[in-house]
């Protein structure tokens, strides 16, 4: 019988393995936020997650890793939200409008929850070569979504300005800025102040056919 097909306890060792890795993701998210990345040990992590080294080690290879998939997550989840609100946009919208629905989708998702929006765009900043090269793939990764899928649907026949890429950092480059600002405000305004400053950003730097 495969690992796949095993049962532990009535449950499948998939289930179990996949429950215990998001334990280790949730705790190492809110740790890291609480207590900043540099200032927590793995041992923190696994007090965090009430967990062992050992069971760390099966899911991990270092604290590095789990900061890389917390952040993997983070990200993944904002991209979900975001096609979720591609696929139901409406077509007879505005510019505005759209980037509006769009815009919402995504700092909505990370910005929900303080913790993850702190890892998001002050934890991982400056950790080591590789997360940085981390970091910036997944920005050019954002950058392609945003002129291939979002633009043309937002505005049909548009297109970002400028050589392909930087005006789409510039976008990414204010929301990762303003969020920041805003994690640190007290008091902290509503996710959607963020977005009704973005708006007219996002839109300009978009030019219609």
Same mark, same amino acid.
């Given at each position: 019988?495969?690992?796949? +097909? ?43 997650? !009430? ?7 099966? &899911? ?16 993944? &989840? ?12 409406? =077509?007879?919208?505005? =510019? ?10 995504? @700092?909505?998702?990370? !910005? ?17 070569? $590789? ?18 899928? @979002?633009?043309?649907?937002? @505005?049909?026949? !548009?297109?970002?300005? +400028?050589? =392909? ?21 007290? =008091? $902290? ?6 977005? &009704? ?8 730097? @978009?030019?219609?056919?």
């Amino acid at each position: 019988m495969t690992i796949v +097909g095993r049962q532990y306890g009535g449950r499948a060792v998939t289930e179990r393995k996949a429950e215990r890795r998001l334990r280790f993701l949730e705790a190492a998210t809110r740790i890291f936020a609480e207590r900043g990345y540099t200032d927590c040990s793995l041992a923190d992590v696994c007090a965090a997650a !009430g967990l062992s080294k050992r069971q760390f080690y099966e &899911e991990f290879e270092t604290r590095e890793d789990v900061l890389v998939a917390a952040y993997d997550r983070i990200q993944d &989840e904002a991209a979900a939200a975001v096609v979720a609100a591609l696929r139901t946009l409406d =077509p007879r919208l505005d =510019p505005a409008a759209g980037m509006h629905a769009i815009l919402t989708a995504y @700092v909505g998702s990370i !910005g929900s929850d303080p913790y993850r929006a702190k890892v998001a765009f002050i934890e991982v900043v400056g950790v080591s070569e $590789r997360m940085e090269r981390h970091r910036r793939a997944r920005r050019h990764a954002w950058a392609a979504v945003l002129e291939t899928t @979002v633009v043309p649907m937002v @505005v049909p026949g !548009g297109r970002i300005r +400028g050589e =392909p890429g930087l005006a789409a950092s510039a976008l990414i480059g204010a929301i990762n800025g303003l969020t920041q600002e805003w994690l640190l405000a007290d =008091p $902290r305004p509503p996710v959607d102040a963020l977005v &009704e400053l973005l708006v007219p950003v996002a839109v300009a730097l @978009v030019e219609n056919p």
